[in-house]
């Protein structure tokens, strides 16, 4: 590989990385990336009990960002950045994946290009979550089995390295294993039949080294069983998984509809069968077992993003076939239909809404040391503001957690802290400060109120953000 086929990878991966990275600081920490940051300021041991309990699934993502935070912090661009960096680690792989697939360098690049703006890419790339670390090792996977197809001489290296990007991969997130039919399904499309015994061997490895987490997310797959309460929309698997908006939708899939009519026209369609298969084989089988398995969410197949990108890229390509002014026309106007999610990605309630760094701020802004803060209980632990004072602590330094029980630190079975209710804290005598701040969630109801006003506390003000209403009450 020449020095200029290094360097492009590498310069268009720090520019994804870049390009996502840009305005992470801007929107709100929210629920799971509570979750992230709690089980990766554990000590190790404690994390390890934790994950017998819950969130095996995701126990090697938090020892990975346990070892971040030690380093560098528990900020909101801290914990962030590792999947920025993901991203950019990405959009590289899948310009070499091009090049090895024989759609050359210019495709690598427009895929990249397609790949960073598409507004699932954004949000995992902005999001303490695992998916956009997994979606680098799954597509250096396929760089690693692309390679072993095509290169005879260092074909059993190449194989090793497939087989530990599998295993990494699953690691990272369970339900990556399905990268393995993946690769099985390009095997037997393309005719490299004799290929089928060494990715079965290494796959078979793979799965053996990741078995642990895999027996224990099957433990543990009554965390997930609220998706039963969902059924899968149509609207969720065309629009919501990769494009976030009906436009955007409509541009890409066009695009998609290009290409593969183009390539099946001219019977090239082989030459995009692992795309293809990695675009749609993980979606169509978590579609298949949803009836029982219930474990459809469009975030579970972000590992498959960086396929769809190059068949958008494909679809431009094959625009610019017929014509430049087309492709760059078709070009435009993809971008213009990403401003908007992109805009939206970088406000301060992008992240599911959450609003607690606009709550820390304002309580940082407004209540003095000594004062008394409680937190809504009767939503799930995602939802409840009490989180912003563990993720903005500096913000709530002074203030007293009269509520608190068992932090999250000294539980073995949960992530989030234990606490009694505003009603029940208030009962217990807990709540003794002149000065109350209690904050309710949408859908918590008035916790806590009416006990308050018996010990003789009357509301002085009130101030509502996107989810979250803080009451400031006074003797």
């Not at 990108?309 to 213009?336: D, I, M, S």
Request: glycine share 6%; aromatic share 10%; proline share 4%.
């Amino acid at each position: 590989m020449s020095a200029r086929d290094r360097l492009v990878p590498a310069l268009v991966g720090v520019a994804a990385a870049a390009f996502v990275a840009w305005g992470s600081w801007i929107p709100s920490l929210w629920g799971d990336e509570a979750a992230t940051a709690l089980s990766a300021e554990r000590t190790i041991a404690s994390l390890l009990t934790m994950a017998r309990h819950l969130d095996a699934m995701h126990a090697a993502y938090y020892a990975l960002m346990h070892a971040v935070i030690t380093v560098l912090g528990a900020s909101p661009v801290a914990l962030r950045l590792p999947s920025a960096v993901a991203v950019g680690a990405t959009a590289a792989g899948l310009v070499v994946l091009m090049r090895l697939l024989g759609r050359g360098a210019r495709v690598g690049v427009l895929a990249a290009a397609v790949f960073a703006v598409l507004p699932r890419t954004q949000y995992i790339g902005q999001e303490a979550r695992s998916f956009a670390l997994d979606a680098a090792v799954v597509t250096w996977s396929l760089v690693a089995f692309t390679a072993a197809v095509r290169d005879p001489a260092a074909r059993r290296r190449w194989w090793a390295l497939y087989g530990l990007g599998v295993a990494t991969s699953i690691w990272l997130f369970p339900y990556d294993v399905t990268v393995i039919a993946v690769a099985g399904a390009v095997l037997a499309v393309s005719g490299a039949r004799r290929m089928l015994v060494p990715w079965a061997v290494a796959s078979t490895c793979a799965v053996a080294a990741a078995a642990p987490v895999l027996v224990f997310t099957f433990r543990e797959r009554g965390q997930v069983a609220y998706l039963a309460d969902s059924p899968v929309t149509a609207a969720q698997v065309l629009v919501s998984t990769w494009f976030g908006a009906p436009a955007f939708a409509v541009v890409a899939w066009a695009l998609i509809a290009a290409a593969l009519l183009a390539a099946a026209l001219r019977r090239e369609l082989r030459s995009h069968t692992l795309v293809v298969a990695w675009a749609f084989l993980p979606m169509l089988g978590l579609l298949a077992t949803q009836p029982f398995l219930h474990e459809f969410a469009e975030r579970y197949v972000a590992f498959c993003t960086p396929a769809v990108g190059a068949l958008v890229a494909e679809g431009v390509r094959e625009l610019w076939r017929r014509g430049r002014t087309l492709g760059v026309v078709a070009a435009a106007f993809l971008l213009a239909v990403a401003v908007p999610a992109t805009a939206h990605q970088r406000t301060p309630y992008s992240e599911s809404g959450s609003d607690w760094a606009a709550l820390a701020e304002y309580l940082h802004r407004h209540a003095a040391p000594g004062d008394d803060v409680l937190f809504a209980q009767t939503v799930s632990p995602s939802q409840r503001a009490r989180n912003s004072l563990r993720l903005y602590p500096e913000d709530f330094r002074g203030l007293r957690d009269v509520a608190l029980l068992v932090p999250w630190y000294d539980s073995a079975t949960s992530w989030h802290d234990r606490a009694l209710t505003v009603g029940k804290a208030v009962d217990a005598g807990r709540v003794t400060a002149r000065r109350v701040w209690v904050v309710e969630t949408r859908g918590s109801g008035s916790e806590g109120l009416p006990q308050l006003r018996r010990e003789g506390y009357a509301v002085a003000s009130r101030h509502h953000f996107d989810v979250d209403t803080v009451y400031e009450l006074a003797r």
